[in-house]
């Protein structure tokens, strides 16, 4: 399967615990995205990533968030203390580098259930 | 503030007529447009996409239309099927900018039998 793979697909944490998800892109892939869908609500931008490089962070929460795509390995979303109100769809995107001819389009993993009790 | 705008929730269709699915953009720099369908529990797919300096991109049953003056795309499914009832979404950016994709909040598309 050449798609991109996240995982865990559903995890379930107690509030203050942390939360992992991981991505890993399409093959050939060197940009990473991670969205998140909130219940009955759209996809909302949290960080886009290169290899060992946060391009854009700006839908970030300021605190308790954290996103790493490090040159070996998949792309790691982290979630310290988590709380109720983050328990949603996480979902990892990934497209070709930027300045490539063969369209802009992301690809995205089928998510990442967060459950937090 | 939503600069992706999809202002119809929710999309009844019988089958084998046309489905027009409706998305507005307020910012003028976005220059490149996907649309993309969800199943419940799923990732989304990448249905089809548009840049600015067209106004029309078709691939199969699928067409979609940019209208860059009104800031309004559509994408437009002949003949409906009832396996395309999920979730569409539209998304902008800024193609020479960092690729970040705005999405809108989503249609959701049934098509009957």
């Known amino acids: 399967n050449a798609g991109v793979m996240q995982n865990p697909r559903h995890l379930v944490r107690r509030r203050g615990q942390e939360a992992r998800l991981r991505c890993s892109p399409m093959?050939?892939?060197?940009?990473v995205y991670w969205y998140r869908q909130l219940p009955e609500e759209g996809l909302k931008f949290m960080v886009y990533?290169?290899?060992?490089?946060?391009?854009?962070e700006s839908g970030m929460p300021k605190e308790r968030f954290s996103a790493e795509f490090p040159k070996e390995g998949p792309s790691i979303l982290r979630i310290q203390q988590v709380v109720r109100g983050d328990s949603a769809a996480y979902f990892c995107?990934?497209?070709?580098?930027?300045?490539?001819?063969?369209?802009?389009?992301?690809?995205f993993g089928e998510g990442s259930w967060l459950t937090v009790v | 503030d939503q600069q992706v705008k999809q202002n119809s929730p929710s999309l009844s269709v019988q089958e084998g007529r046309i489905s027009i699915l409706n998305c507005d953009y307020t910012?003028?720099?976005?220059?490149?447009f996907l649309w993309y369908k969800k199943y419940p529990a799923e990732g989304p797919t990448f249905l089809i996409s548009?840049?600015?300096?067209?106004d029309k991109n078709e691939d199969g049953r699928f067409t979609v239309f940019l209208n860059k003056s009104a800031k309004h795309l559509s994408l437009h499914i002949v003949p409906s099927q009832p396996g395309d009832s999920a979730v569409y979404f539209c998304?902008?950016?800024?193609?020479?900018?960092?690729?970040?994709?705005?999405f809108g909040t989503g249609t959701r598309l049934k098509v009957l039998a």
């Open positions: 995107a990934s497209s070709l580098p930027s300045g490539r001819q063969t369209g802009n389009t992301i690809y």
């Open positions: 548009i840049s600015s300096i067209k």
């Open positions: 093959k050939g892939h060197s940009h």
């Open positions: 990533l290169q290899k060992e490089n946060i391009i854009d």
């Open positions: 910012n003028s720099m976005f220059d490149y």
């Open positions: 998304a902008a950016s800024v193609a020479s900018g960092t690729y970040k994709y705005i």
